[in-house]
């Protein structure tokens, strides 16, 4: 069983320039709700009760839109438009917050999720990566896996090549449909990648991460990369990746923003 997830939400957002200036990308509205929103739901439909958003300085307006707005509430009601409060969700689960002092990374970023996971396998969903999907939620995907296998499992998807050298693409032997044992992984390889499968922001990792973690000096970008640490984790332990049914928007990629967006149209709630 997982219960708690992480939710890295404290990078600059530096694709999306320049409205993420003072709009952070997981604020981005996808329907009437932002990009956030519909990735913390998938983490409570997946079982999930406990969630860790790490933001940055810049990022209160994510504390916010969680929160209740007593004057808002108390205006809809005095105007008689407690439907529109029904709208108005703020998700049933517990969210705790944390902040990223510096920007060094998404590594970095799980690492202070340490202490508020303890010694129990956890979830770790990146906002930028929407999943629609028909039936089963993206995460519980991965956790059903998790159940089988007890080991730490990565979400994937298969990407055309030359979108490969955006994300960490993995090597692996497939040991049922759909379900890959891992040799290797590449943070977004330049050329030469290993396969045509990326990691899709969506993972189940047992607490040795963190090992591996507090032993990174920065990779790829002078970042500190989960991906390096997966590396490391791979070397000592059975870690596994699992192509994700549904369909993957990065809204980092403008293109695929604007695709979601498209399809999504008038209608958010049949998310
Ligand atoms: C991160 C990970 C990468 C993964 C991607 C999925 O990259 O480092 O391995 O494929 O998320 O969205 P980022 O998008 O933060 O550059």
Do not use: W
Not at 15 to 30: G, Q
Not at 190 to 209: D, H
């Amino acid at each position: 069983m997982i219960r708690k997830a992480i939710i890295p939400a404290a990078g600059y957002g530096t694709r999306s320039l320049p409205i993420t200036k003072v709009i952070p990308k997981e604020m981005f509205p996808v329907g009437v709700k932002p990009a956030i929103h519909y990735v913390v739901d998938e983490a409570f439909r997946s079982g999930v009760d406990q969630i860790l958003i790490v933001v940055s300085k810049r990022k209160n307006l994510i504390v916010d839109y969680f929160d209740h707005s007593l004057e808002l509430e108390a205006f809809l009601e005095r105007e008689n438009k407690q439907h529109l409060l029904d709208q108005y969700t703020i998700p049933d689960g517990e969210i705790y917050y944390t902040r990223q002092p510096y920007a060094k990374g998404l590594g970095d970023a799980i690492r202070i999720g340490e202490k508020f996971i303890g010694d129990e396998p956890f979830a770790v969903l990146l906002p930028d990566d929407i999943i629609l999907e028909k039936g089963t939620p993206g995460l519980k995907q991965l956790i059903d896996d998790y159940t089988r296998f007890r080991s730490s499992i990565i979400g994937l998807n298969k990407v055309e090549p030359h979108l490969l050298s955006s994300y960490g693409v993995v090597k692996g032997t497939e040991i049922e449909a759909g379900t890959y044992k891992l040799d290797d992984i590449v943070e977004k390889p330049k050329q030469n990648p290993p396969s045509n499968l990326a990691v899709l922001g969506r993972y189940i990792f047992t607490p040795a991460i963190f090992r591996h973690l507090a032993k990174l000096t920065p990779g790829a970008g002078g970042e500190i990369q989960l991906t390096d640490a997966i590396k490391s984790l791979l070397k000592s332990e059975k870690c596994l990746g699992k192509i994700i049914a549904g369909q993957r928007f990065d809204i980092g990629s403008n293109k695929e923003y604007i695709k979601l967006q498209n399809l999504i149209g008038n209608s958010p709630a049949s998310l």
